[in-house]
């Protein structure tokens, strides 16, 4: 940091998430934007002109994020790119010295998770993963209200997102003049541009997404798990078994799954997580986290809000409680200058992070999934030949 504390901070990755990370960053005391980097100038363009808004200083721009990262007067980068570049932009990152804010799910798939956590913990970089959620209020106070105690056993953990969002069906296309979809595709397959290839259509296919389950998985799985585990230390599945599929986006590019529902149980613990993506939200909020009780209470958490409800379906009252905290950017920042554990760590967040591929690669395999927390790997051979446990790099690309 300079000597007047700011803390320099770069953003790689200016599409719907680096902005609005770059955004919340300028609302904390000293940060300064210094750098933008995107391998699209339509991207970037309408970013750099924000961030000259914000704070009066125009940041340099960059379309090769090795560049941003040779720059020693930079503290702090975000990685807000598609998945599929999280991992290697990271490590890169980390070489580099920078402390990194990473937009979830951290990898594009458990390999890489691996790697990611070997070069944290040779690197030691202050790194906070983009699950904000672990900064806001409802999902502070269920967690608190589970780990206290006081409202019993829980049984089964229920998390569910909707996935009512397709990519159409688009032709293929040379990419338009100012996108350099090359280096957009980077280390994932070669695929013939489509403009629903690029731009949040990546979710949508297995090169560069993992569906609804890395996307919004990762948020609800994370918290409904948090409240079942000490610190950040998130249990681990020992047994993972999911069916889904393409079965309702049938006229669409997309090649991720639509539907899905996942089980997982964990070793010495009495309860059942289901995970679904589901096509709709009966009289639910369309994501949401819930908590069954032995004697059949259920809590339940979503953005926004918290409830408890009797075993008769009543609403029992629980007021929201007032949350006092500053966020989950001011949380990275303090951290950076602390040297404390941020909220969403590294360790943390892959392990969230590997029990939503756990999800994918029991849909993919079609086989039950073994895990060993200690090894943090999976056990035998079923699964692994699956694309959410490794993926082969473009030739020219290797996980550092
Ligand atoms: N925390 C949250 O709530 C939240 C919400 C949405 C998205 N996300 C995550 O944020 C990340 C970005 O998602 P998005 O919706 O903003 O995607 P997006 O497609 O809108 O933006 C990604 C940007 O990265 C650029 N890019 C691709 N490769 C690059 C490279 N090698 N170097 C520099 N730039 C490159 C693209 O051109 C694009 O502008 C994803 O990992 C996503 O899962 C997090």
Redesign the pocket.
Known sequence: MSANNKVTIGV???????P?DMTNLLNVEDVEIAAL????DA??APAMATAEKRQSKMPDAY???RNLLERKDIDAVVI????H??AI?FIHAAQAGKDIYI???LSHHIVETQAMVSAHRRHKRVVQV???QRSTGEFVQAIDLIRGGTLGKVVHVRTWTTDNRNVGRKPVSDPPKG?DYE??L?PAQPQPYQANV???G??MRKNT?GART??WGV?MIDIALLAMSKDQDIIMPNKVVASGGQWSAVNDDRDAPDCVDAIMTFDQQEFALSWSVLRDHPGKPEHGIEWVFADGKTLRAWRGGIKLIGPDGKDLGLKKEPYGETGHWQNFVDCIKSKELPRSSLESMARTTDICHLSNVAVYSGEQIVWDSKKMDIVGKAGKDTWAYRRPYRKGYKLP
């Open positions: 790689i990755g200016t599409g719907i998430m680096g609005s980097c995107d391998v699209d991207q970037l379309k090769d994020y807000a790119t598609p998945d570049w999280h932009q937009e979830k799910p983009g699950t904000w996108l280096t957009w980077g690029v731009h949040w990546w979710r997404g890395t996307d948020h």
